[in-house]
């Protein structure tokens, strides 16, 4: 665009004009002219008022200097101490000035050899009495001649004259100060002689001038000490009147008190600066309007045509001149043209992902059910270890399906910004035990040692989500497994306060493969692995790292790690979890409820979930219906009595949230049965949308028939609501888990091999074939210990202790 007029000189031109006239007005008529001559005026003033303040103080107290002469004098002659003390007591009567108070003090036993002290000293009261002190004369005082006072002027040379610092008298609390000089006798020291003169009237003078004149006053002695402050303000850059003076070298400090000499220069200038206003308002307004005119006014217009058209739309104002504000609004408004495109683009490509990944989740899950649910039900039936072998690898190669499409989903939703974090309090031990019991096995099949190291109090409860907790440990520990052939597994756990909140510190350590340097930045980016081979050799979508990071920050926390190549890694997550005071559950966890006589309602439109469910209930011992949509539901528990509701979500003719919604609000006892969802659907608004239209839990498929059982465990008071009686515990047989396995732990330990055989050999046919698959593979490497006349290692033997328990009365 062809920009003939620029906006950037005309606004330099409005604001050199308005700066060079106030500039050159103000600074030269300020600083120039009238500012030098005023300010050293001004300190002059100060400065004889600090000479003023310090004659006035110099002058009574040199006249008591004479006072004390006189007392010398009376000390030097050598008449009896009666005469002494009538001349003394007349010289203080006839004195009216700041002296109140003095003396001779003779050395100790010169006046009487028996009387250590026989001090002369005379003080004037306020009513002008004059009173004889012999306060001083008791010798279990401690004597004056030890008084520093006295000492200060002991022996010194005639004429000498020692000041004490300033203090205040026990008996007046009146500010004193002592001058004292040594007399003598015939060439011998004879004493002391001192006057004591009142600083009241001199501090008393100094306020009031100080007040009549808003001065500021600081008077200090020659020790330092402050004898009276008054007022005193001390600006940065304020000026001070200064004099020291006297024998005694006191020092006074005066300062303006209610303007310093810059704010009395500031006032002169400001009168003088008040005939240049006219001219500088004039400039000013000059300049704004310029300002104004060509610059503010079409800005200000601009960004209310901008607010307006946050939503979308181009700025539309009348705008004649061909300059840079010309070509932003036609540059403003062809790119939002431009991205008001590509914002349609991008929404329906946003609504296509979700639809996508809804559709992908659900298509994948809902096959999926019946390969691991299939898996699942044929591990509990009578096979051969080859058969047994297979199916474990059926099973196990679904759930690690199952497990990168979780990763998948994962990640599209902390990238859209939906993952949110569901706040509850749980031990942490409950999340250290299901770790225990994963990955020991794991680690005992390829051979590591695996170990968890807590400093964490055994008892800390935490408000945070537990899930998602797991979500990183098992991310973290999985990889650690994945890439370590030989050595060991660590997971250490600590706390820490940081900036008075507490974070849980995880470190996962393994002697893997290692990471290069300059591959660590890298490996927590989505879809990347360190190395393009390791997908090949060790397989994975590479999200799980990126998951766990972004799961960190989402919990305020962070992630590192340091590694070398063949040594191994170290992964670092600190997240910041609120401590809670531990909770009783209010979950009544039975395992060994009886589930014959219970009726359950399979609703389902899948014929191999329908299966696959039903089969899992029937060989619990539960009665099962099937219907294949939320209509038929509520037309069979409107004719029959259901102790448990199965319901799938997407169904036709009536989908799962519709029927619940019906079922509950049934007219009798019915519409309190106990209803678990079981959806491929693993997006939070549908189980939001299903949890408040009163399903009481959810599972998602694939079903895992472990986290079925412990479903059923926690809903167990409704689960036998109309058949309370059924609730009972079956007597104990000869199946007593417990001790048997107590039997086979007692043969190991004696190292009785026969024993052990045959208490295995019950323990196994105790157990029979659960779906377990890490107790499974733990049961088939002793058996095969045993067969070879060899005891299990220890490792097998605590993992049986762990996962064996659910199994115990």
Excluded at 527 to 534: I, V
Excluded at 685 to 711: C, N, Q, W, Y
């Amino acid at each position: 665009m062809d920009i003939r007029s620029s906006l950037k000189q005309k606004s330099m031109f409005a604001l050199a004009f308005y700066l060079a006239a106030s500039v050159a007005l103000i600074g030269t008529v300020s600083y120039f002219v009238v500012e030098p001559p005023t300010r050293d005026q001004l300190e002059k003033n100060l400065d004889l008022r600090t000479e003023l303040i310090s004659a006035q103080i110099l002058a009574p107290v040199n006249n008591s200097l004479s006072v004390l002469q006189s007392i010398v004098s009376l000390g030097s002659h050598p008449s009896p101490q009666q005469n002494q003390a009538q001349l003394l007591y007349s010289l203080f009567s006839l004195t009216d000035g700041i002296a109140v108070s003095g003396g001779l003090w003779p050395t100790p036993h010169s006046v009487e050899p028996d009387i250590a002290y026989s001090s002369l000293f005379f003080n004037r009261a306020p009513d002008g009495l004059i009173d004889r002190i012999y306060s001083w004369d008791n010798p279990e005082s401690g004597g004056y001649d030890t008084a520093d006072w006295y000492l200060s002027v002991a022996d010194a040379p005639s004429g000498t004259v020692s000041w004490s610092g300033v203090y205040i008298d026990p008996f007046t609390h009146v500010q004193m100060i002592t001058a004292s000089s040594p007399y003598y006798v015939e060439g011998e020291f004879a004493g002391v002689a001192t006057v004591d003169i009142s600083l009241e009237g001199l501090v008393s003078f100094v306020r009031r001038h100080a007040e009549e004149y808003n001065l500021g006053v600081v008077l200090t002695d020659g020790y330092g000490d402050v004898i009276l402050e008054h007022n005193f303000r001390r600006a940065e850059h304020s000026y001070i009147g200064k004099k020291t003076f006297g024998d005694f070298q006191w020092q006074v400090d005066v300062v303006n008190a209610k303007r310093i000499v810059d704010e009395q220069v500031y006032d002169v200038v400001s009168k003088v600066e008040a005939g240049i206003v006219p001219i500088m308002l004039l400039c000013v307004m000059l300049g704004y309007f310029l300002i104004s005119r060509f610059l503010i006014d079409p800005i200000v217009l601009i960004a209310q045509k901008v607010d307006d058209s946050k939503e979308g739309g181009i700025i539309d104002i009348n705008y004649n001149s061909n300059d840079e504000i010309k070509h932003l609004i036609n540059s403003f408004n062809q790119k939002t043209v431009f991205l008001e495109a590509e914002k349609v683009k991008a929404q329906a490509s946003t609504k296509a992902k979700s639809a996508f990944l809804a559709t992908l989740s659900h298509e994948i899950r809902t096959p999926m059910n019946g390969v691991l649910g299939t898996a699942q039900i044929l591990l509990k039936s009578p096979l051969y270890d080859e058969q047994r072998r297979h199916l474990r690898t059926l099973y196990e190669s679904g759930d690690h399906m199952m497990t990168l499409l979780n990763e998948i989903l994962d990640f599209s939703k902390i990238e859209q910004g939906h993952i949110e974090l569901d706040l509850y309090p749980f031990p942490l031990d409950s999340i250290i035990g299901s770790v225990n019991s994963i990955y020991f096995s794991l680690c005992a099949e390829k051979g590591l040692k695996f170990k968890v190291v807590s400093q964490v109090p055994s008892d800390r409860w935490y408000l945070a989500d537990k899930a998602r907790l797991r979500q990183i440990l098992f991310n973290l520990l999985s990889n650690a497994v994945k890439f370590t052939v030989q050595g060991y597994v660590e997971l250490h756990f600590n706390e820490k306060m940081i900036e008075g909140k507490n974070h849980l510190q995880i470190k996962v350590r393994d002697t893997g493969i290692g990471i290069a340097n300059e591959s660590q930045e890298k490996i927590f980016k989505p879809f990347e692995q360190a190395e393009s081979t390791t997908t090949r050799r060790f397989g994975g979508t590479g999200l799980g790292l990126a998951i766990a990071k972004q799961l960190c920050e989402k919990m305020d926390g962070s992630i590192r790690v340091t590694s070398e190549i063949g040594v191994g890694s170290s992964f670092e997550a600190l997240l910041q979890l609120d401590m809670c005071e531990p909770i009783k559950s209010d979950i009544k966890v039975d395992r060994k409820l009886r589930y014959e006589g219970l009726k359950a309602l399979v609703v389902e439109d899948n014929r191999t979930n329908s299966i696959i469910i039903s089969t899992f209930m029937s060989n619990k011992g539960f009665e099962c219906d099937c219907v294949e949509n939320g209509e038929q539901a509520i037309e069979a528990i409107s004719n029959d009595v259901y102790d448990l509701v199965l319901m799938d979500n997407h169904m036709p003719v009536m989908d799962g949230i519709e029927a619940t919604t019906a079922i509950r609000k049934l007219d009798s006892s019915k519409s309190r049965v106990l209803i678990v969802g079981c959806t491929a659907d693993v997006f939070k608004e549908t189980r939001a949308h299903m949890k408040s239209a009163g399903v009481d839990f959810i599972i998602p498929k694939p079903i895992d028939e472990t986290e079925l059982d412990d479903a059923l465990f926690a809903f167990a008071d409704k689960l036998y609501q109309y058949k309370p009686n059924l609730r009972k515990k079956p007597p104990k047989t000869e199946k007593d888990v417990e001790q048997q396995l107590l039997n086979f732990f007692m043969a190991v330990e004696d190292s009785d091999l026969d024993k052990a055989k045959v208490t295995f050999e019950q323990l196994s046919n105790s157990i029979g074939n659960s779906a377990n698959l890490t107790l499974d593979g733990c049961l088939g490497r002793i058996a095969i210990s045993l067969s070879s006349n060899q005891l299990p290692t220890s490792q097998d033997m605590d993992l049986l202790a762990v996962q064996a328990t659910e199994f115990c009365n």
